[in-house]
């Protein structure tokens, strides 16, 4: 027999108030907590009040976010205590750190961008070091910035390059750059151009796509890219919607389309530029023989 684990749910009505009991095991990372949130969330609110799975009150649902807002806080505190205090002396316009331990090396500027790590500037060019100055990026980049936790964006003559702070330099000679958060609730994903291709990454820069999709601009839909990777798409001024994950058009490039919109997971809205919004079906990929299929 498969083992499974379960999570407990305990809800008790006094004459006042619910009150919800959660299992220690409930954590916010279980696909159930994000089955929860996602129903919580306003683009699924008129598909909520039919659905027959899953049907929170107020109540409940509070106290499910008072316990995302709890785990919150207990991450901020556990990343508070892994700050350092940083003396920074001032001596000829010149910048450096006060430690016995860090090298004496003279800034322009120093600035504190990230826990342990500072972003300095020498003779109009950007790097990062250490609290102790060690080199983490060479100061050599025009542009040098935090583009989410533990990333770094550096740029120099046009070339982007991204580090990790436990990795050092992931990629070099990049053509751009784009975040994509696609729910609040999730992590951001990160589109990647190079060679005039796009590939798709998540925030610790782990491929999805390689790099592959030849468009002018690429935007994830999807909100489970375990489960569906929907993609919207433009080049020469047409726009589109595709399957990342198997490369295969769902909506073909069309010049009339001016935008494609999430209603609710697997349905979209089409907006055209010449007639009034026009709501699709739901989209479902058989990945046998690569057809669509209209659910409505």
């Known amino acids: 027999m498969m083992n499974k684990n379960f999570l407990k749910l305990e809800f008790t009505k006094e004459d006042s108030y619910i009150h919800l009991d959660l299992s220690d095991n409930f ?13 919580l969330g306003g683009l699924e609110y008129h598909h909520q009040k039919d659905s027959a799975t899953i049907h929170l009150t107020t ?34 316009d010149k910048y450096y750190l006060d430690s016995s331990l860090a090298l004496a090396n003279a800034y322009d500027s120093i600035e504190l961008i990230q826990n342990n790590t500072l972003k300095v500037s ?24 935090m583009l989410a936790n533990d990333l770094i964006y550096a740029s120099d003559n046009n070339a982007i390059s991204l580090y990790t702070l436990d990795k050092a330099e992931e990629f070099h000679d990049l053509e ?9 609730y999730q992590q951001s994903y ?9 590939g798709l990454f998540d925030h610790k820069l ?20 375990k489960e569906n990777i929907y993609i919207k798409v433009f080049k020469d001024g047409k726009c589109g919607l595709i399957n990342g994950l198997l490369n295969i058009d769902l909506i073909k490039l069309d010049k009339d389309i001016e935008d494609i919109l999430v209603n609710h997971r697997k349905n979209f809205l089409v907006k055209k530029h010449s007639a009034p919004d026009v709501e699709l079906g739901i989209l479902d990929l058989d990945k046998n023989s690569n057809k669509l299929r209209d659910l409505n």
Request: net charge negative.
């Open 59 to 92: 109540l409940e649902k509070l106290e499910i976010l008072c316990k995302k807002a709890r785990e919150y806080a207990d991450e901020e505190s556990e990343e508070s205590d892994k700050y350092e205090q940083v003396k920074v002396l001032v001596s000829n």
């Open 206 to 225: 782990n491929q999805i796509i390689p790099f592959r999709l030849e468009y002018d601009y690429c935007e994830l839909l999807s909100d489970d890219v």
């Open 122 to 145: 020498l003779d109009n060019k950007f790097g990062a070091i250490d609290l102790l100055g060690n080199e983490i990026i060479p100061i050599k980049f025009d542009d040098l910035y």
């Open 27 to 39: 954590s916010t990372d279980d696909p159930l907590f994000d089955e929860l949130a996602f129903y």
């Open 176 to 184: 751009d750059v784009l975040e994509n958060d696609v729910f609040s």
């Open 190 to 198: 990160f589109w990647l151009k190079n060679n005039n291709k796009w």
